[in-house]
Nanobody, 124 residues
Framework: QVTLVESGGGLVQTGGSLRLSCKLS????????MGWFRQAPGKEREFVAT????????YYVDSVKGRFTISRDNAKITVYLQMNSLKPEDTAVYYC?????????????????WGQGTQVTVSS
């Protein structure tokens, strides 16, 4: 059983920064690709960023490129999402996801495991 626990959400002003963390437990971390998704009120959940397992391939949705950085610390079995220059449109519940394998995954259906979500609110 794989468990993901996110933390780090909160309320921040436009232009501010937050760092989300997601810790995986239950399986060898280095065999899992990790992703971040978000869901704003009234909208579908969307892909934000992904990082592959051993070689660290990274992809972002266009709207966060240059502002968000995904990284992983295999020793701490944790993936991070550093979010800078936040905008009100970044307001959403952010979800961490994990999928066993060596690929890079940007679709919800490609991920087998999900965290409970953490709220990020950016005030204008």
């Amino acid at each position: 059983q794989v468990t993901l626990v996110e933390s780090g959400g909160g309320l921040v002003q436009t232009g501010g920064s937050l760092r989300l963390s997601c810790k995986l437990s239950g399986r060898p971390f280095t065999r899992y690709a990790m992703g971040w998704f978000r869901q704003a009120p009234g909208k579908e959940r969307e892909f934000v960023a992904t990082i592959s397992d051993s070689d660290g391939r990274i992809y972002y949705v266009d709207s966060v490129k240059g502002r968000f950085t995904i990284s992983r610390d295999n020793a701490k079995i944790t993936v991070y999402l550093q979010m800078n220059s936040l905008k009100p449109e970044d307001t959403a519940v952010y979800y961490c996801a994990a999928q066993r394998g060596s690929g890079s995954y940007s679709l919800m259906r490609e991920y087998a495991y999900w965290g409970q979500g953490t709220q990020v609110t950016v005030s204008s």
